[in-house]
């Protein structure tokens, strides 16, 4: 009778420790999702002409961007024709992929869409684009570059639909903030149809921000942006 308590307490024993042993561990926290991936704007599009809705002093334009993977949100920047004093209510903070916005018609803008989670923030480019409207009295002078990443240099090609005179600054950044000790080119004298080029702007193992600000005689304006984005 001795032996057979004795036996029944080690074997109870035992499996109490080993059940504690197997139940107090905790699984480990999942890894959080990195930051945002890289983000592409749809609508409008670059330099578009937008005649959005609505009539007289206000038109309406939808902006639309693509998702981002791993965002959780995205602030939608839209700036005046300066290119950089955010129009009222700007940045919009938005859990989809677009955002309807009251304008002025006849006026030139730009915006660019962040994707945004705890783990950090992902940029798009800046598209510029103007509205159409009851308020165009004269066109908006515009400008298109292209970069020539083999002869390093940055080309501009204006046009102005009024043959206005026009004049233009560039500001080369290599974090797209453009201060103004990234002025390389200002008051520079233009007319319709013609091409400026600024050689040797430094293509190397770097990204590079162009902001080119068009202005007419009748001091309508346009802001123009374009990047070279170094890849390892």
Not at 2 to 12: E, G, N, P, R, S
Not at 52 to 59: D, E
Not at 203 to 222: C, G
């Amino acid at each position: 009778m001795k032996k057979l308590i004795y036996t029944l307490f080690t074997i109870t024993l035992f499996i109490s420790c080993g059940g504690g042993g197997s139940g107090g561990g905790t699984d480990p926290a999942p890894d959080p999702d990195p930051a945002p991936g890289s983000i592409s704007l749809n609508s409008p599009s670059q330099n578009e002409v937008c005649v959005g809705n609505g009539t007289g002093s206000v038109i309406t334009q939808t902006i639309q961007w693509s998702s981002a993977q791993f965002a959780s949100s995205y602030n939608l920047s839209i700036f005046g024709s300066d290119g950089t004093t955010h129009v009222s209510g700007s940045p919009f903070t938005i859990t989809g992929t677009s955002k309807s916005v009251n304008l002025a018609p006849g006026k030139a803008y730009s915006y660019k869409v962040t994707a945004v989670n705890p783990q950090g923030s992902s940029n798009s480019a800046t598209w510029p684009f103007t509205t159409k409207g009851v308020a165009t009295v004269n066109s908006v002078p515009q400008a298109t570059t292209s970069i020539d990443i083999d002869n390093d240099r940055f080309s501009i090609s204006f046009s102005d639909n009024d043959g206005d005179a026009m004049t233009y600054d560039v500001y080369i950044s290599s974090d797209a903030i453009f201060d103004t000790n990234e002025l390389v080119a200002t008051n520079v004298s233009v007319t319709d149809g013609e091409t400026k080029t600024i050689e040797n702007i430094g293509l190397t193992d770097e990204s590079l921000w162009f902001k080119v600000v068009t202005t007419d005689a009748y001091n309508n304006r346009s802001v123009s942006f374009d990047a070279y984005l170094w890849t390892d």
